[in-house]
């Protein structure tokens, strides 16, 4: 069956960035799964599986704004280091977790300079021309509890 609204698709993906890096990979784990026209994964690679099956590989390249987004200036901040609470020694490449303007984000420490640290709230892949080499492994239609949750349950998705 071919990939399309309400079916579960599962692959095998390697990421790799403009300069041929391998961001991430789901090579020596399970495939992934994800239950197609629900926003489970980003918009571009969701319309790239559309009409796929099992078997298909193909490589697909996703622009930022189908992806994590392009970099927003204004989600870097220098805050004084007091306002770390609970983080006696800021490092680099620490994430914590801040109050953003819609609740709690997940920030990056991207620089410590004396007393100023800069934290970075933009995803990491945010303004990153994203690689994919998939490899469809199967395609199922999605059970009625999958559909209702909007996510994937068993093998490669949510266990609850
Ligand atoms: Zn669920």
Redesign the pocket.
């Known amino acids: 069956m071919q990939i399309a609204d309400r079916s579960v698709a599962s692959f095998h993906y390697t990421l790799t960035n403009d300069a041929g890096e391998v961001l991430d990979s789901s090579e020596g784990n399970e495939p992934m799964a994800y239950l197609h026209g629900s926003g489970n994964i980003i918009p571009g690679l969701e319309k790239a599986m559309a009409g796929r099956q099992a078997g298909d590989a193909f490589d697909v390249t996703v622009a930022p704004a189908e992806g994590y987004g392009e970099r927003d200036p204004k989600r870097v901040e220098r805050v004084p280091r007091r306002n770390l609470k609970g983080i006696a020694n800021p490092k680099v490449g620490m994430q914590l977790q801040a109050n953003g303007p819609h609740g709690p984000q997940v920030v990056t420490i991207t620089h410590v300079a004396g007393d100023v640290v800069t934290i970075d709230a933009n995803h990491a892949l945010a303004g990153e021309t994203l690689h994919f080499k998939v490899n469809i492994t199967n395609v199922r239609e999605a059970t009625e509890e999958e559909l209702s ?1 909007g ?1 994937v ?1 068993g093998a490669g998705g ?1 266990h ?1």
């Open positions: 949750h996510h349950h949510h609850h």
